[in-house]
């Protein structure tokens, strides 16, 4: 199974970026799925469920979150309705949506989907991701071997550490969330395909999306400052990993990092 993975989307520029180029990325490379995160999708935070709908039109098959999956309250009813969008698994009971889900192709053969967040110098309160991933990852194994996770963290020590405790269970493990792509992408002992950061489908000219005027003066005088998403330089940042359809392992690992020049 070939599985193309892209890179949170942020706002106007990642969502036109996927309009143009997503469908050719999928039948150039002959991607069987397509996940994306897309917790800032909607102008940099949040998404919203028109937003949902025009992704899984552009192509996406599963949708994943993060941090900002409960920003918007129009989600309710995406997260409750429909399979194919994710919000992290190690949330408190109680919370809308899920955090893990099974998609399966029209030939028959199925992928389980894994959204987890890291604590590390981010949301120090949610339930362990490592004991949390490792379980959801053995209950969709029931089903298949072919497994992805999306680990939306800010340390690439939590990332990375959280790969090692899967390898040999997941398919892969790609992290999401800092929004600049890593050059590490291997596969590890065990056959889990890992990349500390897969980058964001969105504005290259930016801090990690946003205009950089504001995020300088919130640097600056350490006080609130409006962030603005900025509209420039649209690039596309991906992975493609391909996996043995009989053990779940995976056979190779490359990154997409694509510029493209839009009106
Ligand atoms: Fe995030």
């Excluded at 919370?95 to 590390?120: C, P, W, Y």
Aim: glycine letters at 10%; one cysteine or more.
């Amino acid at each position: 199974m070939r599985i193309l993975f892209i890179g949170d989307i942020f706002g106007n520029p990642g969502r036109r970026a996927l309009a143009e180029r997503l469908s050719s990325l999928i039948d150039d490379n002959s991607v069987d799925v397509c996940i994306a995160n897309g917790e800032n999708a909607a102008g940099g935070r949040g998404i919203t469920a028109n937003l949902f709908k025009k992704l899984r039109k552009y192509g996406v098959h599963v949708i994943t979150g993060g941090n900002h999956s409960f920003a918007i309250p129009d989600n309710d009813k995406i997260f409750m309705d429909h399979p194919a969008i994710l919000r992290p698994h190690n949330y408190p009971p109680g919370n809308i949506g899920k955090g893990t889900t099974l998609f399966t192709l029209e030939d028959g053969r199925s992928i389980g989907v894994v959204n987890l967040q890291g604590r590390t110098f981010f949301h120090e309160t949610l339930d362990c991701p490592f004991r949390m991933g490792k379980a959801a990852i053995k209950e969709l194994r029931e089903t298949t071997p072919i497994i992805f996770v999306d680990f939306h963290a800010e340390a690439s020590s939590e990332k990375i550490a959280l790969a090692w405790h899967v390898d040999g269970l997941a398919t892969a493990v790609v992290g999401t969330h800092t929004h600049v792509q890593t050059a590490d992408e291997h596969i590890l002992p065990g056959g889990t395909a890992f990349i500390t950061d897969v980058g964001m489908t969105g504005p290259e000219n930016s801090c990690i999306g946003m205009k950089p005027e504001g995020v300088i003066k919130r640097f600056l005088l350490q006080t609130y400052a409006r962030f603005e998403p900025s509209n420039s330089s649209p690039m596309i940042n991906g992975v493609i990993i391909d996996a043995d359809d009989d053990t779940g392992k995976a056979l190779s690992i490359s990154r997409i990092f694509e510029r493209l020049s839009l009106p």
